[in-house]
């Protein structure tokens, strides 16, 4: 029984603060001590505990996703250079959650900085630096330690009028009647002299002391004693130093003003309070969020913003110890990002030494040798790399850092090319490097570069990815090297295919991501010419040859494609055996959760990716380990290669594999056309496209040598003319202009170079046809068809046949007929069109048109409606609209229930605060493939940062789904696809104004 009670008390007591500390709108002055004591305990413990713990381990989760790229300078902050932080925003979004609680129920806490400082690091880590940013300038506004100091004052001020309100009702006395008179009045009777001195003695000695209570502060200097003779009575009854006292009698006018000055400048003593909060368990988070809102700025490039805090942090004596270290860091960063590597050194040089964590100053030590590189100090490069093999407990950064500092030595000249190059062929050896091969074979050919020797860094480089590595950033570097190589030494096709695989392993963030593609988009078409002139040249040299040169040639071409079958043989297997199991999605009775390891499958992910970021995508097989072994995909390949016998070929399969070859003279003359377009196209190409003139005039030259009077001769002769020009080669220039002058002199390149003006009158022209088309296009979405008609009609007369317009003028008849004479003429015309104008976008829209007027649907339609079909100049672009996202679903057997509960657990996991509602609608007749609508965005950014995380994980936002296309489109945009009742005029679109 007395326990039973003891336990009853406790719980009473407990429930003491709940009872009599809900009241969570009152200011902090007005809340008592167990009120401030429940507030702050349920605030820290509950709600910032719990979102503090989800913060951590998403970072933690974070980090460990992250794959170092040891061929640029390493990140300070590796979680914040991972490219899809998508998996931890579930976790991120209900650590905001709960401290926006913590703010809402528990504001008079000690906790409610802490909980914005946190808010503001979700936002951040989820890449949303804009909304991080408006949360911590509202901290920074909020929390600062003046506001503080005002707000406290201020509730000290309003405490105090509370209390004399309190009090005055107790205190006043009654009015005295009109008839009675004070007694005061009385006592100012005048009396002798003799009384009133003797009152005046008395009085001095029972008076106490006034400065008492007092006696340590020094009187202010503003205040001056009333009379001569109560300072005479003061100084009897607290006699003070003389010095004192004149000091104090007679002060300057300056002084005076001077120590009023330094009065207000230290009012607002916010470190006064910080530290006091300090002492009490709590330190204030102000500069923390300070230090914040400066990453956010240095993420958003706002330079001066960034650079502003960060000083005026370096330059306060009152920031805390705990800031200073993060703050050189940070410092170091603003630098990095800048591309300012120098500035960045004393900045590193003191986080290492305020650092206590070992591995941290390893990865430290290895930045500050990669930027000495970079600066070209290569003996000071080794001094850092040497260091980061002392510290760090990471074989990944210690090799690496042993690579870096064999390249620096070389650079510095401690060593030789040849001693390097040993040192490097020795770590080969080493059976510990069998996992680092491509990074010591990069570093072989960067070696060979240096020499310059370039066949041998091709070999390297190719020996690099030979190596079987499965780290994707340096298969890009290796495929970059090789791809600059070929470039650089004209081999365009080669070059082409080492940039297309270069952009399958290289992240869009890497910063030549854009120079890359630029590179592969210039030589697609060149490396097409190209092959295509290598074979219609060798087809027509097989078809000069005897029939056992035929058969020889055969073989060859049966060897080769072969090789290539086993190869892609080679790599379905290695692909086959690297997949995961299939994680089984069915559901059966509730049970409770096991407690075994495997049947997390959290865990089994963070322990799959811990092992293939140590040792790579490797199969599950026994003795992995091994240098030597034959094992089950080895014995798979060798019975693949088996089946490849040399054996003789029959006539029927060597004509299969030559059935290319060119037989009769309209063949030859097929193949030889195909030659004559790929040479023109490449001349045009080679100077549009590369700038390179002289490979313009030799393709051209080439072309007219080996074909005389080709279909593309007047047109490759004026090329050469201005390719000669432009190089200053005036002998070949004056050549090439007199054939095109005497053969062709009515042409319109020999009246271009006749006359200087030509040029300008023919874009003159071509401009008068874009403001006619454009004037008739107005016209016809005001409706007035009949003028558009008679335009229509004087453009017949009034402009060439053909010209660069004349698919669009076709297309504007057609929907003029459609609107004036309906559907027979409309149907008519665009059929003319598609006949006429073959490889446009008009053919293209007519035929988009014709069927989706062959479904029943636009026989009735409005004027209106057939404006608008088949031109996408109805849409707008407006960045700043609402926007939403729509996904059109393709495949027939997903049920629209299904795909709506899909992308609402998407949501829940990614999108939990963002609110998003989902819709379905129909366009057209055809119900069977419905279109889900995803609203609202606050405008394009945000649309589109939806549409990205989207791309991102297609596999898990319609787990199962491929066939599905996705859009982003304002609110105005949107009703216009409604109207026109397609996405086709649409997707192109939103394929030229938000994605190029």
Known sequence: MPVNNFTRILLVLASFPIFFGCTVQKKKSEVSAVKKFYHNTTARYNGYFNADVLLTESLATIEDSYVDNYNKILSLYPWMDAENVDGQKGALDEAAKKVSVVVNLHRVSDWTDDSYLLLGKTQFIKKSYEDAQQTFEFMQAEFSPSEVAKKNKKDAQEAKKKKRKKASPSKRKKKPSPSSKPKKKKKKKPASPNSSKKKKKKKSVKRPNPYGKKKKRKPSPSKKSSTKKSNEKDKVADPEPKEEKTKESKPSTSKKETEEKKKKDEEPSAYEIEEAQKRANHRPVWQDGRLWLAKTYIQREMWSEAAYILESLSNDPRTFREIKKELSKTQAQYFISQREYGNAIEHLEKTISLSKERQEKARLNYILGQIQQRLDNTSQAVAYFQETQKLSNDYDLAFSAKLQQEQSGMLSGEKTAEQTLKSLGRMLKDDKNLDYKDQIYFAMGKIALDQPDDPAAIQFFKQSLNAGSTNPYQQAESYLALAYLYNDDEDFVNAKNYFDSTLTVLPKTDERYENVTAYQTNLKDIAKNIETIRLQDSLLRISLMSKEERRTVAYKIKKERDSLALAKATSTINRSRNVPAPTSTRRGPSVAPSTFF?????????????????????????????????????????????????????????????????????????????????????????????????????????????????????????????????????????????????????????????????????????????????????????????????????????????????????????????????????????KDLIAKYPNTEEQIRSREILRLLGEGKVAGVQNKTLASTGSNSAFNKNAAEVHYFIVALKDPDLKLSEAKTRISNYHSEFHKLDRLRISNIYLGADTSTPILVIRRFKNEGKAMEYYEGVERNRGIYLEGVESFETFALSQSNYRQVLKQKSLVAYKEFFQSNYLE
């Open 598 to 830: 495997a049947y997390n499958d959290r865990s089994m992910k963070k322990g799959r990716r811990d092992f293939e970021r140590k040792y790579g995508d490797r199969a599950l097989e026994d003795n992995w380990r091994r240098s030597q072994r034959v094992n089950a995909s080895q014995t798979e390949l060798l019975d693949i290669a088996t089946t490849v016998e040399e054996k003789e070929l029959t006539v029927e399969e060597i004509d299969k594999l030559l059935r290319d070859v060119p037989g009769s003279p309209q063949e030859v003359k097929k193949a030889e056309g195909k030659i004559i377009d790929a040479m023109f196209t490449l001349g045009s190409l080679y100077r549009d496209r590369l700038e390179r003139n002289d490979l313009s005039a030799e393709i051209l030259e080439q072309l007219a040598d080996r074909f005389p009077t080709n279909k593309h001769e007047v047109e490759s002769w004026y090329m050469m003319y201005l390719a000669y020009d432009d190089m200053g080669k005036t002998p070949r220039r004056d050549y090439w202009k007199n054939r095109l002058q005497e053969n062709y002199a009515n042409s319109l390149f020999a009246q271009s170079i006749g006359d200087p003006d030509f040029l300008a009158k023919a874009q003159k022209k071509k401009n008068e046809i874009s403001n006619y088309y454009n004037d008739t296009y107005a016209l016809f979405a005001a409706n007035k068809y009949s003028q558009v008609s008679e335009r229509l009609m004087d453009a017949n007369t009034r402009f060439p046949k053909k010209h660069d317009l004349s698919a669009k003028f076709a297309l504007l008849n057609a929907m003029t007929l459609g609107n004036i004479q309906g559907k027979e003429a409309y149907v008519s015309a665009l």
